[in-house]
């Protein structure tokens, strides 16, 4: 279905994993407890769940999440995902930073990503949020526990359409626990 809710209730065949790759060992997500959990145990981990079924032009992603351990773990929303074209990342940070930004594959398992905003919102609260992205034409709107937040017009890499998904890092401070309730997709 193009536009749905899962909640995670039972094992689903249509997300995909990847992780940028680091020393550590691949840390795939594991549905748990109604959760998509991604238990990231080795600092500078990142990982992806992707919705293979549809490529989105415009859509609105909306997330529950929760960092379950490691205070500076990052949840995110991905939109416009291709592999060879690059992608859209919404990221929150514990001390209530976000940040909008591209990534794109240099090799496979290395990715770079280029910052497209980065700024501060009070609305990002220590262990849940409800977090979103609009990705409607050339703008990106991120959300934070319904407010939404400095709409961003984006014409330097000028990505249309592709996959959507959730993203969970690890950076300095691991393990990191990041839990998944719900994942919206939506006309925008």
Not at 1 to 18: N, V
Not at 41 to 59: I, M, R, S
Not at 102 to 128: D, M, N
Request: aromatic residues 14%; negative net charge.
């Amino acid at each position: 279905m193009r536009y749905f809710r899962e909640d995670f209730s039972e094992e689903s065949p249509y997300w995909s994993f990847l992780q940028v790759s680091t020393d550590a060992a691949p840390a795939m997500p594991e549905i748990q407890s109604g959760f998509l959990l991604f238990a990231l145990p080795a600092p500078n981990q990142w990982a992806y769940a992707l919705y293979e079924p549809f490529e989105y032009a415009d859509v609105r992603l909306d997330a529950d999440v929760q960092v379950r351990a490691g205070a500076q773990g990052t949840p995110g929303l991905v939109c416009r995902y291709d592999k060879e074209g690059g992608w859209y990342e919404f990221n929150i940070h514990a001390d209530q930073t976000y940040v909008l930004l591209y990534g794109q594959w240099l090799a496979e398992g290395v990715a770079r990503y280029t910052p497209i905003v980065r700024a501060a919102s009070e609305k990002i609260l220590p262990t849940e949020n409800e977090i979103g992205l609009l990705c409607e034409g050339d703008t990106l709107t991120p959300y934070i526990n319904g407010t939404a937040l400095r709409r961003q017009q984006e014409k330097r890499f000028g990505l249309t359409s592709g996959k959507i998904g959730v993203a969970a890092s690890a950076f300095q401070d691991a393990p990191v626990a990041i839990a998944y309730d719900w994942i919206q997709a939506a006309l925008p």
